[in-house]
């Protein structure tokens, strides 16, 4: 209950003032117990959607475009933009008045990347959606040899799904158009997939069935290893590999806006190398203009290996710098052709204990 305690007139010294102070306070009576303090109602908050949970699926289709019943893998991706859109476009009538009429669909377009790493087993199956199908040699370990130049290459349905939401994407028609990555002295090794889909279909399920398991050999940067002509290239601070098939999208007229393929135009390998400038050799290539044999690998010590060679590289003469008192680096945008011995422009070998892609 609420109560008066005391009313009275005081001043510093104990005089008197002309205004009434008046001290209120709560009292609560002896026998009442205390109450408990209010509750305040805080709302529930949406539940945190956690990337963690995601997942990556990947089957290769044996009609284009069309996701096969079983034959998924479950494999190790650090991100995904994977997805379609489909844009509006509006509308460009007159006689309406000055707000516009409803806009209109137009064609879906469904490409994206996705990051992976560079491993002994997952990582053949993106060579063989960017090569196609390997010449497999051997018994436990296998040899799979991936050659550029190839007329017809596989495509893929991918799944990608956050289980929590519920929301499961499948992503079908999907055609490797580069693959990408970095060499470096540290840090974590992964390759970049640019991928371009048909279309995309949602669900709250998943329809990959079973899927298959891998076992994670991951490659690190400090595994790796660039050649010239069989000899170790040293001096090299960094370096740059990407593959592409430079797909042609088919984009014919379809009631349901998409496309009817995407078919590979002529392939490229291009890359940059950065080096200390500590020798003439690299230089003295760019000039004369002979190409040379180059080749970046990957081994673990356990056996298994990814080689990537590229038969016929030709470098550009670059501009030599003196920047300040570091170091003097160099950098060469190299790019590879077809070599006239071999026919062909590369060769990826892949050595693990996986019978066949």
Sequence with gaps: ????????????????IGVD???????????????APATRRVPA???????IASTASPAFETTYGTPPASGFVRIPFASATLGAEQPLLNSELLGYGRDPLSPIKDAVTADGN???PID??????WLKAAFGTPITTGTDPYTHEFRSGGWVL???SIETGMPEVPRFAMYSGCVLDTLSWQMQRSGLLTATASLVAQGETTATSSATGTLSELTLQRFGHFNGAITRNGIALGNIVSAEITYANNLDRVETIRSDGRIDGADPSIAALTGR??????DQLLVTQAINGD????TFAYTLPSGESLTLTAHAVYLPRPRIEIAGPQGVQATFDWQAARDVTLGRMCTVTLINAIEEY
């Design 1 to 16: 209950m609420v109560g008066v305690a005391g009313v009275g007139q005081f001043g510093p010294n104990g005089g008197s």
């Design 273 to 278: 190398i950065e080096v200390r400038f500590a």
């Design 120 to 125: 002994a087993q997952a990582f053949g199956f």
């Design 114 to 116: 996705v990051v992976v």
């Design 45 to 51: 908050a949406h539940p945190v959607r956690d990337p």
């Design 21 to 35: 102070a008046t001290i209120v306070s709560v009292v609560r009576p002896p026998s009442s117990p205390r109450s």
């Design 291 to 294: 190409p040379c044999e180059m």
């Design 154 to 156: 596989p495509s893929l």
